[in-house]
């Protein structure tokens, strides 16, 4: 079945580490997106690309990075200098590069990251 | 900016009752978009419906319906004769339409649908 598949569903990071986030899509979407959900906070957008090799910053970029190397994987990294990761993150994708403004965004599972 | 807003952060009801979830959004753009989407427990977030701003008709699908009115800057979102398998949390979302299919969320309000 087509979707957008993230790993892992649960993640520790010790302080002073790097982690990364894997999302993997095979919807044939040109657009992916990061989003960072806390408590009450709604989903805040961290990072998106529209095509591969090119991405742009979202609202809180401080602190992660991605890379679009392949059409179907947009991994997130949650560097050391993100002093407060703790929070659930999901990955989306979307058609809108080719279908226009309207075509909702299809989520992942989500990956819950907490700090040890 | 664009903003949107749902000011009821928790609303419980009991199995059968009626609810409307409400969604307010401010902008100057004249196109945009709208969604609503439901996040189970599970998490993910699940696409429920997308509107247009040149498109005020009212939309039902099953025991869901949705109110759009541009004079009033609201997408209100009402479930029918409620289950308890529509416990979730409830997004509005704004897409400005204009680059890059971004997303603007409410807060989300988190429906308890009580047997």
């Known amino acids: 079945d087509g979707g957008i598949t993230q790993s892992p569903k649960y993640l520790f990071r010790k302080e002073g580490q790097n982690v990364t986030l894997s999302c993997e899509q095979n919807l044939n979407h040109d657009a992916m997106y990061w989003y960072r959900q806390d408590p009450g906070q709604g989903l805040r957008l961290i990072y998106y690309?529209?095509?591969?090799?090119?991405?742009q910053k979202g609202d809180i970029a401080e602190g992660y990075s991605v890379s679009r190397e392949k059409k179907e994987s947009f991994p997130l990294t949650v560097t050391s200098a993100q002093k407060n990761p703790t929070a659930f993150y999901l990955c989306?994708?979307?058609?809108?590069?080719?279908?226009?403004?309207?075509?909702?965004?299809?989520f992942g599972d989500g990956t819950r990251l907490s700090i040890l | 900016a664009q903003k949107v807003t749902q000011a009821q952060t928790e609303i419980s009801v009991v199995e059968k009752e009626d609810v409307t979830l409400d969604c307010v959004y401010e902008t100057r753009d004249t196109t945009y978009y709208l969604f609503w989407y439901k996040q189970p427990p599970s998490g993910e977030l699940v696409f429920l419906i997308r509107r247009n701003s040149f498109d005020e008709q009212n939309e039902i699908s099953g025991r869901y319906s949705w109110n759009f009115q541009k004079s009033t800057s609201s997408f209100n979102f009402t479930i029918t004769a409620s289950q308890v398998v529509d416990s979730a949390v409830y997004f509005c979302?704004?897409?400005?339409?204009?680059?890059?299919?971004?997303?603007?969320f409410g807060r989300g309000t988190q429906l308890t649908v009580w047997p």
């Open positions: 989306a994708s979307s058609s809108y590069r080719t279908g226009g403004p309207n075509q909702p965004q299809h």
């Open positions: 979302a704004f897409d400005r339409g204009s680059t890059l299919g971004r997303l603007y």
């Open positions: 690309s529209q095509i591969v090799n090119d991405f």
